[in-house]
């Protein structure tokens, strides 16, 4: 079993840390409170994504939309279609997960 073809625990791991690591990204990049995250700290969020989203094991379904949901993100000029995009990654890790 290759570590690409998504099957099996490793990528629901990777999968799972790509869920987390854009969330937090999200979370910087539209903070609740103005002032509340710091352009390193946005920045530093962003680079950990990014490096996350292009590891090797994560499974494709995932992967077309994390790279979606980064790009909602990066974009920042509208909050509800990151958020959209978030819950469609959400729903892309779990549709992988439930397919197992």
Do not use: I, N
Request: glycine residues 8%.
């Amino acid at each position: 079993m290759a570590l690409s073809d998504g099957v099996g625990g490793y990528a629901e791991g990777v999968a799972d840390a790509v869920l987390v690591s854009v969330a937090t990204y999200q979370a910087a990049a539209f903070p609740l409170t103005a002032f509340g995250v710091s352009e390193e700290e946005r920045d530093a969020r962003r680079g950990v994504a990014y490096r996350v989203c292009a590891h090797e094991g994560l499974p494709q379904s995932v992967r077309v939309s994390a790279a979606a949901a980064l790009e909602a993100v990066d974009q920042g000029a509208d909050a509800g279609h990151a958020h959209a995009a978030m819950k469609a990654l959400s729903l892309a890790v779990y549709d992988h997960r439930a397919a197992r």
